[in-house]
């Protein structure tokens, strides 16, 4: 069988615009096996983990269970939970970490400050929590979903737990099976593909910095997928940037002449300057899989053309 992430990879479908949309982050250590659907089909209490899920897609984020890298034991025994939550809005992103003894007290999270940006609400909810300087990367591995994220994403965790240690976890989903091995960078939620040791190491260190990795970028999960695409664009026209030079003031769906798959968007710079980008779907043919062991199917990548300085 061929993998899907080679198909891919073959067809050099483009990664721009095929970030998940999340404005925020929770990410919850979850030991043991992971179902396809980790949140209900692990030894985290399912609904607990159906509520966290409820919550956050009612107020723009994502859950995410991680695992640490190498073998991954539960023995059901009562444990605490290394948890971070994580802003992504640019110019305002936060990390809050700590260890929880009984993650149910998470439901309680001030879920319309996490909308709002705002960590010091959050923290007044869960005072275990605080905030952390150092990224977290996290790589999809769950097999379960995707044998792709299974084989390359694992390899991509041994390949570079040593290197960056305690600051690289696996994870249930980042969507796009098919361009792994898939990783997330928090807090900024800068979203990245077909990515090697050597990419993720450089990629960790330049966050480091506040500086921007091009390779691999799928798009900053702050944005809808046009707005990923858009902003993309201008990052591929200006070169060097810093991870928060960028922000999607608006996208407007039907572009200028109102037609269907297209917006535009304008991108702004912190120094002030702005850009008009139209945006359009492409269908990506030939038909490909989507995921290991599905039919194939026609893909929409997000197009963005060459931005024009406003």
Not at 4 to 28: I, Y
Not at 136 to 156: E, I, M, P, S
Not at 273 to 302: D, H, L, M, N
């Amino acid at each position: 069988m061929t993998l899907c992430s080679d198909a891919g990879r073959e067809l050099s479908e483009p990664l721009a615009g095929t970030a998940p949309v999340a404005a925020w982050w929770l990410v919850v250590e979850q030991p043991g096996p992971w179902g396809a659907k980790a949140l209900t089909q692990s030894h985290l209490d399912p609904v607990l983990g159906a509520s966290l899920d409820a919550a956050a897609g009612a107020h723009g984020g994502r859950v995410a269970l991680v695992r640490r890298p190498r073998r991954h034991p539960d023995t059901h025994y009562p444990a605490s939970h290394r948890v971070w939550v994580a802003g992504t809005t640019p110019g305002a992103t936060f990390l809050l970490g700590g260890w929880l003894p009984d993650v149910s007290v998470l439901l309680a999270l001030d879920w319309a400050a996490l909308r709002a940006g705002d960590p010091s609400a959050v923290v007044d909810r869960l005072p275990d929590l605080r905030p952390e300087t150092e990224p977290l990367l996290l790589v999809c591995t769950n097999g379960r979903r995707d044998l792709c994220c299974a084989a390359k994403g694992r390899q991509l965790v041994a390949d570079l737990r040593d290197d960056v240690v305690g600051r690289v976890w696996e994870t249930t989903h980042l969507g796009g099976h098919r361009f792994a091995p898939t990783a997330v960078l928090l807090p900024h939620g800068v979203v990245y593909g077909r990515m090697d040791d050597k990419q993720a190491l450089l990629l960790v260190e330049s966050a480091r910095e506040g500086r921007f990795l091009d390779d691999g970028y799928r798009g900053r999960s702050t944005f809808s997928r046009p707005g990923q695409s858009a902003e993309a664009a201008v990052r591929r026209l200006l070169g060097d940037t810093a991870l928060d030079d960028l922000s999607v003031a608006s996208v407007v769906a039907g572009g200028s002449g109102g037609a269907e798959g297209a917006w535009d968007a304008v991108v702004d710079h912190a120094d002030g300057r702005s850009w008009s980008v139209a945006v359009r779907a492409e269908e990506q043919q030939p038909p490909r899989p989507e995921s290991c062991g599905k039919p194939p199917v026609t893909p929409i990548a997000y197009v963005a053309s060459v931005p024009v300085p406003r």
